[in-house]
């Protein structure tokens, strides 16, 4: 009866995510189309599906060239001409999956069931998707929120996992939960380079886990080297590409520190 109680209530905050966002384009009749609609984000899936290296270069300025394959869903919606307010809806409904990490977060941090923390679990989850910049994304084509959903989720794992009304966590299971919040940053990382700012603080929830200094070091060793393969797992395939073409594998930023190694290795481009 508890883990059903729970699971309405995670519906509910999915459900009330939903419902927010969907508001959005139904109200404005579709998504909001501006340059970077047009020339980036369409332009961005367009190239997840079809590889432009030898007749585009900076097509879309440095954006050019950052991971694509968020943007595929844009970029098919644009292709087969769905109207507005269904492009919206169908995009609103992706964003809403942030609901879930965020009730995540709020069950661990108010851990108690009864029907006052109830509505503060709810009203956390309506607070962090009410926020304007949370409102933005379901009415135009950046993914930056769906982006961080792998981000949130590890920092839901990594809340639950410092929780004090669990005793006795057993190391190993500390660092199967560390590796799963390293992957989780990394595909995040992966997908918009610019959360890798927000990456090291993922770290901090490993000296909570533990009691021992060794234990905790560990841990965040772990964490880190998850990190580096959730990253790799995602980005090597696009990265490869960039490196193929430009000898930077995350072209055209910090072009400078790769010109020793293409240099030493007498890099050559494809085309």
């Known amino acids: 009866m ?3 109680a729970i699971n309405l209530e995670l519906l509910a905050a999915l459900l009330l995510a939903l419902l927010l966002f969907v508001s959005v384009p139904v109200w404005r009749q579709g998504l909001g189309l501006s340059w970077d609609s047009m020339n980036h984000h369409v332009y961005l899936g367009w190239i997840a599906s079809e590889s432009r290296f030898d007749r585009d270069y900076f097509a879309a300025s440095s954006q050019s060239y950052q991971f694509p394959y968020l943007y595929w869903p844009i970029y098919q919606m644009m292709r087969l001409e769905v109207p507005g307010w269904v492009a919206g809806v169908m995009w609103s ?3 809403s999956l942030v609901a879930i990490p965020l009730w995540l977060c709020s069950k661990a941090l108010i851990c108690e069931d009864g029907v006052v923390e109830t509505i503060f679990r709810l009203s956390g989850v ?3 998707v009410g926020t304007i910049l949370a409102l933005r994304a379901p009415e135009t ?20 996992a410092t929780r004090r009304d ?3 966590r057993p190391f190993r299971k500390s660092v199967v939960t560390s590796i799963y919040m ?11 380079l610019s959360n890798g700012v927000l990456a090291p603080l993922l770290v901090v929830p490993c000296f909570f886990m533990v009691q021992t200094w060794k ?9 880190v080297l998850s990190i580096g393969a959730g990253f790799l797992i995602v980005y090597g395939w696009w990265g490869w590409q960039l490196w193929l073409h430009f000898g930077n594998p995350v072209f055209p930023f910090a072009d400078g520190l790769f010109q020793p190694l293409r240099s030493y290795l007498g890099w050559v481009p494809l085309y």
């Open 2 to 4: 508890k883990c059903r």
């Open 93 to 95: 409904c992706a964003h």
């Open 126 to 128: 309506v607070l962090s």
């Open 141 to 160: 084509t950046g993914n930056d929120l769906l982006a961080a959903i792998p981000y949130m989720f590890a920092l839901a794992l990594g809340l639950q």
């Open 166 to 168: 669990i005793p006795g």
């Open 182 to 192: 390293g992957l989780l940053v990394g595909v995040g990382v992966a997908f918009k």
């Open 215 to 223: 234990s905790r070091i560990a841990l965040a060793l772990s964490t």
